[in-house]
């Protein structure tokens, strides 16, 4: 069965701050890799994907992928009140097919 | 471009019953999938449709069961209601190929409460 892992906070930040978000997954077939942002009541949204190794950067937010060691972050630099949330890590097939979600890490960033 | 819609939004069953959650899939996109998201959990992969097959199933009994139809609408039934089921339904759709990055686009959900 394959599993993504996550802390499940809460973690929280002052505002400005760097949060620093991980995740692992134990298939090692997983070929992509995606954060989800989840406000409370609302549904997931998608924030960043990534499908091979290193770094990918956008905006405030840089997520990183090590397939060796099946773990995945995301950082978000300049933390807002707005980005409280809930941040869930993802993996999927090729494509994002039947793509399987962590427990979520709840993100606390005080003003 | 409308986006993912599900109905109904709310919903209350006695333990038993039979729920059948419906789900319109955002236009352009071919595949759907489910998630059961319990409170404080994160979603739970149900089963995925691509071009009306099943294409892939979570760890879930066989009273959870789906269609898919030609339009790519979905619906997902729960036979045999357990208070457990009880959760926040979510309907997901995406598109496939080459092009795709494997983005879900997430309906508001169905909340169903099994009394």
């Known amino acids: 069965q394959k599993e993504v892992e996550q802390n499940s906070g809460p973690l929280s930040v002052p505002e400005g701050a760097i949060a620093s978000l991980n995740c692992t997954y134990s298939d090692r077939g997983s070929q992509s890799f995606f954060w989800y942002r989840q406000y409370s009541g609302k549904s997931p949204e998608l924030i960043m994907f990534?499908?091979?190794?290193g770094d990918k950067e956008d905006g405030r937010f840089t997520a990183q992928l090590n397939k060796a060691s099946q773990y995945v972050s995301l950082l978000i630099r300049d933390s807002q009140p707005s980005d409280s949330a809930t941040y869930l890590c993802?993996?999927?097939?090729?494509?994002?097919?039947?793509?399987?979600f962590g427990a979520g890490t709840r993100l606390f960033v005080k003003a | 471009e409308t986006g993912v819609t599900q109905s109904p939004t709310h919903l209350i069953k006695t333990r038993g019953q039979q729920v059948t959650l419906r789900c319109s899939s955002q236009?352009?996109?071919?595949?759907v999938s489910w998630y059961q998201q319990a409170l404080g959990q994160g979603p739970q992969f149900i089963f995925q449709?691509?071009?009306?097959?099943?294409?892939g199933r979570g760890n879930f009994p066989p009273r959870f069961s789906g269609l898919q139809f030609p339009n790519y609408s979905s619906e997902l039934n729960v036979n045999a209601l357990e208070l457990d089921d009880s959760a926040l339904y979510l309907c997901a759709s995406s598109s496939t190929g080459r092009r795709s990055t494997g983005e879900l686009f997430f309906g508001e959900g169905s909340r169903l409460t099994v009394l």
């Open positions: 236009s352009g996109h071919n595949t």
């Open positions: 990534i499908y091979s190794n």
């Open positions: 993802a993996s999927g097939d090729t494509g994002g097919f039947k793509t399987i």
């Open positions: 449709y691509y071009r009306e097959e099943e294409n």
